[in-house]
């Protein structure tokens, strides 16, 4: 297999968002959701928008010069939660490896950067898996576990979350150098 590079997310990258949200909402089991879905939807919606202002970050995989996964970190709050939200300051992961391309391991290579990236702000990262998606056993090797209250669709990784102590810093984020990326 030719070389996989890794590039980082931009805020342009919106379409790419929009199609792997597409495909993660439709992993298991017969399509469930439409493009115009995706789009009308807020709490679909909210995962096409990368903004690097609030403290989220990206990668896209590509080979042969396009683009073939993607993985995402936002941080998405209680105000707007998206189906991974555990407590403000926790962003949410998404990864979308597009058909033809899984079982290549670049899932795995994806998730460890955007993780590595997340070890390296002190970040906790949660995600929405759905129970019967083969995803679920990466995200435990890699050292998610099932969110105590939502065990069959949400994982959480990093130190042990004490939510009562999280919630009462509401909109904390992670401080950023300015001109400094994430990697």
């Known amino acids: 297999m030719p070389e996989v590079v890794l590039r980082p997310l931009e805020p342009a990258d919106e379409h790419l968002l929009r199609t792997a949200t597409h495909v993660n909402l439709n992993r298991v089991g017969p399509e469930r959701f439409t493009l115009a879905d995706v789009d009308r939807r807020p ?50 992961l998404g990864l979308c490896v597009f058909s033809g391309y899984r079982g290549a391991g670049i899932g795995g290579l994806l998730l460890d950067e955007a993780l590595a990236a997340a070890d390296r702000l002190g970040l906790r990262v949660s995600l929405s898996v759905e129970a019967g998606n083969p995803a679920r056993r990466l995200y435990a090797g890699r050292g998610f576990v099932a969110a105590p209250d939502r065990p069959d669709t949400t994982m959480l990784r990093g130190r042990p979350l004490d939510l009562r102590r999280v919630a009462s810093r509401p909109g904390r984020r992670p401080a950023r150098r300015a001109g400094r990326s994430p990697r």
Request: some cysteine; charged content about 25%.
């Open 43 to 92: 709490d679909l919606r909210c995962y096409t928008v990368l903004d690097p202002d609030r403290g989220d970050l990206g990668f896209a995989a590509r080979l042969e010069g396009r683009d073939v996964g993607v993985v995402w970190l936002q941080f998405l709050d209680a105000s707007a939660p998206g189906h991974g939200f555990v407590a403000d300051g926790v962003p949410e």
